[in-house]
């Protein structure tokens, strides 16, 4: 036994070694050569790396080599991109993450990469909801009502997000360009802070991700869902608008997450971990697990995927600009 393992360890690193000595093109004929690195910009437990992990497994049996998942969580996923914008583009080394390190934190401030030059997207993998709430200290009306009431109290409204330059502060800078309205807001560090003070009516209105607890609050009547950043109503909540439908389409923000890869990778590799990846999202049992975390399998072509990353970063960038947002 122990001779055959030998055997098939030096089996393992003569094919390494001969793939690294080829040019791409050659390489990408015998991708993959090697395991593959799945790093996530998220840690362990929370909804991305366990839909990372699924996929990792999937993708791992389609592929024939082991898909190994590295957590590297940090600086709101910009430490994971730049591992793998520092990586070799052979295919081998790939991030899962959302597109805010790509299309968000770049007008920000200064990053150790860049976002449009040193990563290339890979493969859609789907997209987190955000909820617009009414907290207790709301007690009644729907959207056109809360814009209403900014517009004859301006600035008396408090709109809470998890933070400066987030997704949901994005969302309401958006609005009240779009809207002419004042809405005060307020930023929290995270979400957990933010669910607590909303429960008790600290703030009247809130942005946030949507997930089987806010769900919960929503339906036991401790929150009160007015409308959701989608690209359509959530089946859980039918009689929710998306900001779209209410006029609001340029503010219709969600979440969106795929898998990235450091610029220079062969197209037949990106085409073919595309194709994979769009066919493990098909699978009925990846699709149940993602409806069950509040999330909507997004599968694209490289070229639909692309075109979308490109078309959030000039979007955000222009709110950025206007809005002067600052990061925490």
């Given at each position: ?75 709101g996923g910009s430490l994971a991109v730049n ?213 909507v399998a997004a599968p694209a072509t490289v ?26």
């Amino acid at each position: 036994m122990t001779h055959r393992v030998s055997r098939l360890g030096r089996r393992t690193w003569l094919t390494t070694a001969l793939c690294s000595a080829l040019p791409l093109w050659a390489q990408s004929l015998a991708w993959p050569g090697k395991p593959i690195k799945l790093i996530v910009a998220y840690p362990p437990g929370g909804v991305s790396d366990t839909v990372a992990r699924a996929l990792a497994e999937q993708l791992s049996a389609r592929l024939g080599v082991p898909v190994l998942v590295d957590n590297r969580a940090g600086a709101g996923g910009s430490l994971a991109v730049n591992v793998v914008a520092k990586s070799a583009p052979d295919g081998h080394t790939l991030v899962f993450t959302a597109l805010s390190p790509l299309t968000l934190s770049p007008h920000l401030g200064s990053l150790p990469y860049d976002a449009m030059k040193d990563i290339m997207p890979v493969a859609s993998v789907m997209y987190s909801p955000v909820l617009i709430a009414a907290t207790p200290a709301l007690a009644q009306g729907d959207f056109k009502a809360l814009l209403a009431r900014a517009r004859q109290q301006p600035d008396a409204l408090r709109w809470a997000t998890s933070g400066s330059g987030s997704l949901g502060h994005l969302m309401l800078e958006n609005i009240r360009s779009s809207a002419q309205v004042r809405i005060t807001h307020v930023p929290y560090k995270g979400g957990g802070q933010q669910i607590t003070d909303a429960l008790s009516g600290q703030f009247e209105v809130l942005s946030t991700n949507a997930s089987g607890v806010v769900l919960q609050h929503i339906k036991e009547g401790r929150l009160r869902a007015l409308a959701v950043g989608a690209a359509a109503r959530l089946d859980a909540l039918p009689g929710v608008p998306t900001l779209s439908e209410l006029g609001f389409a340029s503010a219709n923000f969600s979440s969106r997450f795929g898998i990235f890869a450091p610029t220079g990778v062969p197209g037949t590799i990106v085409e073919k971990l595309n194709a994979q990846v769009n066919a493990v999202l098909a699978l009925p049992a990846l699709r149940e697990r993602l409806l069950a975390a509040e999330c909507v399998a997004a599968p694209a072509t490289v070229a639909e995927f692309a075109k979308g990353v490109s078309s959030e970063y000039r979007h955000m960038g222009a709110i950025v600009r206007e809005a002067k947002i600052q990061a925490d």
